[in-house]
């Protein structure tokens, strides 16, 4: 399998390629040259694999020869380590728990198989490896903790001085060893830019491999697709190996990398009828859908702050990639509802009290774009799914009092809250210049 670049089709390179580099030189995101279409054999007997060979299949076609197939095997135990439960909360809808990992974010999976690879590039090449990453919180956590510890691997986040959450903080800045924590004092537009002008920086990139960790890279956003998989083959067998059954999967959605590759398992064949992509206020891809017109605003500012994005990168992908462009045809498989934080704070507290549920922020929005289209067209013909993406102690400060009364600390927590570590962290003013001088000279 090779990858291209979205903005020139004709320079192929390999899967280690793509993911060393994170964006293409040319600018654009990398995507698969063809989308392997799995078997109907595979779907028949899911209910007889696990998850780790279910897993396996959907990847391997698109690694290629870049790793040998044991070693692909490893990095999918190392990776799939915990649990991905799936509850039906009341009446057809369903939540899929995507937070029982180390960070308590569904990035975690994304964050594990990248280092996992990068570690085997690096065993490979013999050359240190730099992860640069800007960070809104969740990413920076995930990646700090999946890529600890890593041998030859380097990783130095940016984070916005006033714009994670201290729990984020600790999570970024609390591990050391080849964790490097920056503190810009700036927002993380600034951060963001910092670190794309230093991926164009000539004199930079003669010193550093360097690549990313956002969902822009490949090794980040494709292991995504197992979440949709491993819901189909809990369905099966809840309903006892019933076919045909399709699903429809609303996913809170930021910079859309996640939806992007629940679409891309719908295109292996997985039977998913659509998808709902669920947004806070910024927008974008809802007012898209109805207009035909992609205006992307300022970015504002929410409760659910791991979405607030208003030009989601991956959406390109959709468009251009998965759908070539066709409003129409992508119009049958995406709906799009935005939610204000208003309604997502109500949601939250209704369904603690009613169905004694917590939600957190961003599955708040997932359950509520299910709700939505739910009550549009009453439909029981399809199982219906949201993901919750973040656990709900993540954004205790945003939560109900009443809320913030019961919650229960996952295990997760004593790392960060019982432990004696202390927060290692260099400060930096927003300045490009500086950031380089400090890259250069270290
Ligand atoms: C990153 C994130 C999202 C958005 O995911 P995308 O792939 O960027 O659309 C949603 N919820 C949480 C908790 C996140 O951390």
Same mark, same amino acid.
């Given at each position: 399998?090779?990858?291209?670049?979205?903005?020139?089709?004709?320079?192929?390179?390999?899967?280690?390629?793509?993911?060393?580099? #994170?964006?293409? *030189?040319?600018?654009?995101?990398?995507?698969?040259?063809?989308?392997?279409? +799995?078997?109907?054999?595979?779907?028949?007997?899911?209910?007889?694999?696990?998850?780790?060979?279910?897993?396996?299949?959907?990847?391997? *076609?698109?690694?290629?020869?870049?790793?040998?197939? @044991?070693?692909?095997?490893?990095?999918?135990?190392?990776?799939?380590?915990?649990?991905? *439960?799936?509850?039906?909360?009341?009446?057809?809808?369903?939540?899929?728990?995507?937070?029982?990992? *180390?960070?308590?974010?569904?990035?975690?999976?994304?964050?594990?198989?990248?280092?996992?690879?990068?570690?085997?590039?690096?065993?490979?090449?013999?050359?240190?490896?730099?992860?640069?990453?800007?960070?809104?919180?969740?990413?920076?956590?995930?990646?700090?903790?999946?890529?600890?510890?890593?041998? #030859?691997?380097?990783?130095?986040?940016?984070?916005?001085?006033?714009?994670?959450?201290? +729990?984020?903080?600790?999570?970024?800045?609390?591990?050391?060893?080849?964790?490097?924590?920056?503190?810009?004092? !700036?927002?993380?537009?600034?951060?963001?830019?910092?670190?794309?002008?230093?991926?164009?920086?000539? @004199?930079?990139?003669?010193?550093?491999?360097?690549?990313?960790?956002?969902?822009?890279?490949?090794?980040?956003?494709?292991?995504?697709?197992?979440?949709?998989?491993?819901?189909?083959?809990?369905?099966?067998?809840?309903?006892?190996?019933?076919?045909?059954? @399709?699903?429809?999967?609303?996913?809170?959605?930021?910079?859309?990398?996640?939806?992007?590759?629940?679409?891309?398992?719908?295109?292996?064949? +997985?039977?998913?009828?659509?998808?709902?992509?669920?947004?806070?206020?910024?927008?974008?891809?809802?007012?898209?859908?109805? =207009? #035909?017109?992609?205006?992307?605003?300022?970015?504002?500012?929410?409760?659910?702050?791991?979405?607030?994005? =208003?030009?989601?990168?991956?959406? =390109?992908?959709?468009?251009?990639?998965?759908?070539?462009?066709?409003?129409?045809?992508?119009?049958?498989?995406?709906? =799009?509802?935005?939610?204000?934080?208003?309604?997502?704070?109500?949601?939250?507290?209704?369904?603690?009290?009613?169905?004694?549920?917590?939600?957190?922020?961003?599955?708040?929005?997932?359950? +509520? !774009?299910?709700?939505?289209?739910?009550?549009?067209?009453?439909?029981?013909?399809?199982?219906?799914?949201?993901?919750?993406?973040?656990?709900?102690?993540?954004?205790?400060?945003?939560?109900?009092?009443?809320?913030?009364?019961?919650?229960?600390?996952?295990?997760?927590?004593?790392?960060?809250?019982?432990?004696?570590?202390?927060?290692?962290?260099?400060?930096?003013?927003?300045?490009?210049?500086?950031?380089?001088?400090?890259?250069?000279?270290?």
């Amino acid at each position: 399998m090779l990858y291209y670049s979205l903005k020139n089709n004709n320079n192929f390179v390999s899967f280690e390629k793509a993911v060393l580099k #994170g964006l293409a *030189p040319d600018g654009g995101l990398y995507i698969p040259e063809y989308i392997p279409i +799995l078997k109907k054999n595979f779907f028949d007997q899911i209910y007889n694999y696990d998850i780790f060979t279910i897993a396996i299949s959907v990847i391997k *076609p698109y690694i290629g020869k870049s790793i040998p197939d @044991e070693y692909i095997s490893n990095i999918i135990y190392d990776t799939l380590n915990f649990p991905f *439960p799936m509850i039906e909360i009341h009446d057809n809808i369903r939540v899929l728990e995507l937070f029982h990992g *180390p960070t308590l974010a569904f990035k975690d999976v994304g964050a594990k198989f990248m280092s996992e690879c990068l570690s085997f590039f690096y065993k490979k090449i013999g050359k240190k490896i730099t992860v640069l990453v800007a960070t809104s919180g969740d990413t920076g956590g995930a990646v700090a903790k999946g890529f600890h510890k890593k041998l #030859g691997i380097e990783v130095i986040i940016l984070y916005p001085y006033n714009g994670i959450s201290s +729990l984020q903080k600790k999570q970024i800045s609390s591990l050391g060893d080849n964790i490097l924590a920056i503190e810009i004092n !700036g927002n993380f537009d600034d951060c963001q830019n910092m670190v794309k002008k230093a991926f164009l920086d000539k @004199e930079i990139q003669k010193k550093y491999i360097l690549t990313s960790a956002n969902s822009i890279n490949i090794a980040r956003w494709i292991p995504q697709m197992f979440y949709y998989f491993l819901a189909y083959r809990q369905i099966i067998i809840e309903e006892k190996k019933k076919h045909p059954i @399709e699903l429809i999967f609303s996913v809170p959605s930021g910079n859309f990398g996640n939806i992007c590759a629940g679409m891309m398992a719908k295109k292996m064949g +997985l039977p998913i009828k659509f998808f709902i992509a669920s947004t806070n206020i910024n927008d974008t891809i809802p007012r898209f859908l109805k =207009s #035909g017109k992609y205006n992307p605003t300022s970015v504002k500012k929410t409760i659910s702050n791991a979405m607030d994005i =208003s030009n989601p990168s991956n959406f =390109s992908r959709i468009w251009n990639f998965l759908y070539k462009k066709n409003i129409i045809e992508l119009k049958k498989v995406l709906y =799009s509802y935005q939610f204000t934080d208003k309604e997502t704070i109500d949601i939250i507290e209704k369904v603690y009290k009613k169905y004694n549920y917590m939600l957190d922020p961003h599955g708040a929005i997932g359950y +509520l !774009g299910l709700k939505k289209y739910l009550q549009k067209f009453n439909n029981t013909l399809y199982k219906t799914i949201f993901l919750e993406t973040a656990h709900p102690i993540k954004f205790l400060d945003k939560m109900p009092y009443f809320i913030q009364k019961n919650i229960v600390f996952p295990k997760q927590m004593k790392t960060f809250f019982n432990s004696k570590r202390k927060i290692k962290k260099i400060s930096m003013i927003n300045n490009f210049n500086i950031f380089k001088n400090w890259l250069l000279e270290k």
